[in-house]
């Protein structure tokens, strides 16, 4: 397959077609013109210019000591394109980077297959690739491979991208969902549901006069001050889609734990939790984009609460809860008025085209 | 990210829907039923079932002994799904291990990402998973981590599937597009043009009587029986999307050599010919994704020929042509008739969606 990297890398067309056609999905002269000019210039980097169809590296550089090698995909459709506090860029690589980070790996590689729709602007390819390309040096990450599909109008909606990701995970590093015990508690980095917000107000589906940012950021630093301050976190995970009842219910059935949420320790802005009266969601089934959830061992709290106030993206951390040994695999939430209620996995759909 | 391996793995719970709905891509309960029941039993392996949303690995397994990683990704559009030959699912495993072959790797491990259009039929996706099954089980590698997305109805083409993959070169193989030079020879391992030709007999847009299958195959065990026979292979690449003469032309720019092609070499089936004749399509353009092409120092040919015609992906090799130092960056076809001419590159759009 024709990849980002099948070019010289040195000529730099810029191309004059103002909307993707068929042609730039052929193989052919056009495709190589759009990469080079569009691609290429802007995730520019060795292995992407090395001109071959996979991207290569030395093991070696990866680790000897006892090293794992962590590996993940992801497909953004998010619908609209372009939100408040980020885009379909920005998610495609921070999302990858923040799978990867969720198991303790530091995120290295990342490629990118983007599937287009005949007549998408090139302006808007444009914006989406300088995203990508911002969000990857922020992040610390080279995209070194990639592909580009071309379909008819009407049989895509405007652009998919896929970014599948490596990264390292350091020796002595065991993360897993089914790690949580009796006696852990449960950490958020910060408040629920923006991303998840941000879209529904994107999409006009809401009538507010707040714009509500969406949260997609990389988590992967934060990752790594949490694994300084406590090598032995149990269980990380990302609440993207299903939010964060989705995550402790993958938590509690792997575990075969019980978890308890306090309802009041549980961070909303105010807006999204206004948006989510209106409208009858549950925030904690929201989406978030850069948000994690944490299970650690009792005694490092404090110690991984610190770790991630420290940072911009751990700022409004707080413990919202604690594993119990029963009832096996289900998530409780004590109300604010000392009532419970079980926070079940999400049943149907609460929003498509979230990510 | 919910992906494949986000599921206990152990229930596997049959759906009972009969088509895809929104629900399926909402990271909640409908989502990993779907994923439990239709992708993780077929594609089940160590690390799918590990629970988690990213595959981890030993890198010290992956070798120690001046190894490289190679890392590839290609997203796959075909329409139609199926036809004769393969189908979209077989497709997307043997192209992206064929282009981790094409750099001297042993293909590890792949990632799966799909993008559904709701209303799909249920029985539709697991025909073509079932397809990825049985050709990473011919191919030897295992999909270990995904990710399921659901799109509106008319916002996708029913199933578009993207695979990244991983794999392992050997210490001293350097295989690269700019190291043709003069003296070179260049060989095909079949007859071209029979996945583009299938695609097309297959879309109904051609009346004709044969039925000619797609020559979807892995190329990675080929590749590693020529590197036995010749470890010093200078380029390799599959003639994919803009066919031979795409790969030629890459080949010939990036060494800043000259490429003769000897037109009564090529290997052409009789019905392909046929076809390219009725419609005007030129065979050097149509695409293929069981093919490669190798430049080898000339001395290496008879020995990799011969290592090739041992094995069934390699029985109609040939030596097609020959690598000169003039004119730079060009391939030159010489006609049967002692013209020639020159093959450029594919300037617009021979067959949308052939992969």
């Known amino acids: 397959m024709n990849d980002f990297s099948a070019n010289d890398g040195k000529r730099r067309p810029r191309i004059n077609d103002t909307h993707v056609n068929l042609s730039h999905g052929s193989g052919g002269k056009a495709m190589r013109d759009l990469i080079a000019d569009v691609f290429v210039g802007a995730f520019d980097n060795p292995s992407l210019s090395a001109l071959e169809d996979q991207a290569v590296f030395d093991l070696k550089q990866l680790g000897t000591h006892g090293e794992r090698l962590a590996f993940t995909t992801d497909t953004y459709v998010v619908d609209p394109l372009f939100f408040p506090g980020g885009d379909i860029g920005h998610l495609a690589v921070n999302g990858t980077v923040n799978d990867l980070a969720m198991s303790g790996a530091r995120p290295l590689y990342l490629s990118c297959g983007v599937v287009l729709e005949e007549g998408l602007p090139i302006e808007t390819l444009r914006r989406v690739v300088e995203s990508m390309r911002q969000a990857a040096l922020a992040a610390g990450v080279q995209i070194v491979t990639g592909d580009t599909k071309v379909v008819e109008r009407g049989s895509a909606d405007k652009l998919f991208i896929n970014t599948a990701g490596i990264g390292v995970v350091p020796a002595g590093i065991n993360i897993s969902a089914s790690r949580a015990q009796p006696g852990d508690a449960v950490i958020i980095n910060g408040t629920l549901g923006d991303h998840g917000a941000a879209i529904l107000i994107a999409r006009g589906q809401l009538a ?89 061992p009792g005694e490092a709290v404090e110690a991984v609460l610190a770790a991630m106030r420290a940072l911009p993206a751990g700022r409004d951390a707080a413990c919202v809860g604690r594993v119990v040994a029963a009832p096996r695999g289900a998530v409780i939430l004590e109300t604010g008025f000392g009532g419970e209620r079980v926070v079940d996995m999400l049943v149907g759909e609460q929003l498509p085209r979230i990510c």
């Open 208 to 296: 507010l006069q707040a714009e509500v940012p969406s949260d997609c950021q990389p988590l992967h630093e934060l990752v790594a001050a949490m694994l300084r301050a406590c090598p032995d976190i149990h269980c990380l995970r990302d609440a993207t889609r299903g939010g964060l009842a989705t995550v402790l219910n993958e938590f509690a059935q792997s575990s075969q734990v019980g978890i308890r949420l306090q309802e009041q320790t549980l961070p909303l802005r105010e807006d999204v939790k206004g948006a989510c009266e209106i409208l009858g969601l549950d925030p904690l089934y929201l989406a978030n984009e850069g948000k994690l959830v944490a299970v650690v």
